[in-house]
């Protein structure tokens, strides 16, 4: 099985960030928020936090990447354990047996 992206939802975005990136050694991908028409808009990547807050506009979304891995990290009220996606690149069949672990769980999407 190949995981490719995890999605958290962070109390505190901008500390989880740091925590993320400096333990894990990531590199940040991008910075975005949802507009009121409930897009994903981006900041440019010469653009960080201090930017986003002089032009009044709070981040609500981090992507990180290591290698082949990206964490999304979303703000939100996080709850101890709370996975809001988990991506895997794997057969089917592995699909089907890591649902029946997580039966509690509800599925977005799934394609194999």
Known sequence: MDYRHVALIVSDLRSAE???RDTFDMSVLGLETWG??????????????????DAG????F???????VVLALIAGDATAGQV???????????????RRRLADVVVMADKP
């Open 36 to 53: 009121e028409d409930g897009q994903t808009y981006a900041l440019r990547p010469d653009k960080g936090w201090g930017d986003a807050a």
């Open 18 to 20: 740091g925590f993320y």
């Open 84 to 98: 809001f996606a988990l991506g895997l690149v794997t057969s089917a069949d592995e699909i089907g047996r890591v």
């Open 62 to 68: 981090v992507a990180l990447r290591r290698d082949n």
């Open 57 to 60: 506009v709070e981040i609500q």
